[in-house]
């Protein structure tokens, strides 16, 4: 019985493509080019935003995941307190700020 099955094993019938592996392969090797981008790139934004929380420094204006817009008033190693508005301090998470706000001179009078 197992002579058998190794003899059909080893003897390919005729007619049969021998490019099976090739074929899956070809047709995979896009899909997985494409996830290995998209992690890398992934990673990278997550360095990038891991690098900027880190550089949080008290008096900066920042955005929250929430979408609260806040001024940093005390710092410690994975909490930040906002000043959401006068006398609203607001205790969170560090990793819970997206952005550091870039003040702009928009709406200040004489500017163009």
Do not use: C
Request: proline content about 5%.
């Amino acid at each position: 019985m197992l002579s058998f099955i190794l003899a059909q094993t080893a003897s390919p019938s005729p007619g049969a493509g021998t490019s099976g592996g090739l074929g899956g392969l070809v047709i995979f090797l896009p899909l997985i080019l494409v996830m290995v981008y998209m992690f890398r790139k992934q990673g990278r934004q997550r360095r990038m935003h891991l690098e900027q929380i880190q550089s949080l420094s008290i008096g900066d204006e920042v955005e929250t995941i929430a979408g609260m817009f806040g001024r940093i008033r005390k710092l410690s190693d994975n909490e930040v307190w906002v000043e959401l508005a006068p006398g609203t301090e607001v205790k969170m998470a560090r990793m819970a700020i997206r952005r550091r706000v870039i003040p702009t001179d928009e709406g200040q009078p004489g500017a163009s």
